[in-house]
């Protein structure tokens, strides 16, 4: 958890964990998120590597820090040009990457550098939730649809090199989507997650691995306490739920196995609102009368 210096008004609190066929298969996690807390602003983005891709999870954790990187540094600049100057940014970086690595410009960029991106900017006036390509946004509990796309398969920002390399202009849906625009004085919470987090909504009644407790509602993340006092909350939570377990069943005289609950790789990110101290004395005094 980190508590922001936009005047100590949101927290945030963040976790991931390897998809349950990812560790049956020897793969790595293909999810990545990062963040920042600067004096005028809040930023936020889970990006989750493309499956077909040989070492797709490369560009996700290098494309979420460039992507937090490039939008710190626009904020300095005009606002009109503010997303125009992330994703030129980005992709530059993404560029000379793809060149240092070598090999065949096409192979290198599919094999590396394909990656979703959801993310969120809160300003103190105006906050911005936007995506390119699937993953789950859920912005004051309400859940905002991310595709589905055709055939499964969503845009991804590297694409534009591709077209560039190949003579052809950049599509439409290479562009950042803006899913909400709202202002910040109606932000009470937000959640970035990848697309494995919609496993974790649908098993929501489901009894965790080895325990008769639930997996739980998503709404846990941004109104239980534990999850901004203990930095590594939210990825045992959902390390919990995709746990393996082995218990014997002694009238069948057997050992049951019970896999995890999540098959894909799951990270989310969650912003909220920081509770007011005078807003809850006030609550206990009413609650005293």
Known sequence: MQTCTMQGRFDIAAGSVTGRDHVLAGRNNQDAYHWACLPHAVMAVVCDGCGSGKHSEVG???????????????????????????????LAQLRCLAEQLGGDFPSTVQ????????????TPWRSFCFSLGDGVMVVNGD???????PDNAPPYLA?????????????LSQEFQMQRVLPTTAVQSIVLGTDG???FL??????????RTTVGPLQQFWQEERYFTNPDAVRRTLALVNREVIQPNWEAQ???RQGGLLPDDTTLVVIRRRPDPREEASGARLCQR
């Not at 954790?61 to 626009?74: E, F, P, Q, T, V």
């Not at 094999?111 to 809160?122: K, N, Q």
């Not at 649908?202 to 080895?210: E, F, L, M, N, S």
């Open 143 to 149: 859940q905002i649809p991310l595709g589905p796309f």
């Open 197 to 199: 987090l919609e496993t």
């Open 254 to 256: 057997r050992l049951d």
């Open 60 to 90: 996700a954790k290098i494309g979420a820090r460039l992507m937090i990187a490039a939008m710190s540094c626009a904020m300095q600049g005009p606002a009109h040009a503010f997303w125009y100057r992330v994703r030129q940014d980005v």
């Open 159 to 171: 694409y534009a090199l591709l077209d560039a390399h190949n003579g052809r202009p950049s599509a």
């Open 111 to 122: 094999d590396y550098l394909l990656f979703t991106i959801v993310g969120a900017l809160v």
């Open 202 to 211: 649908q098993a929501a009644t489901r009894p965790i691995p080895g325990k």
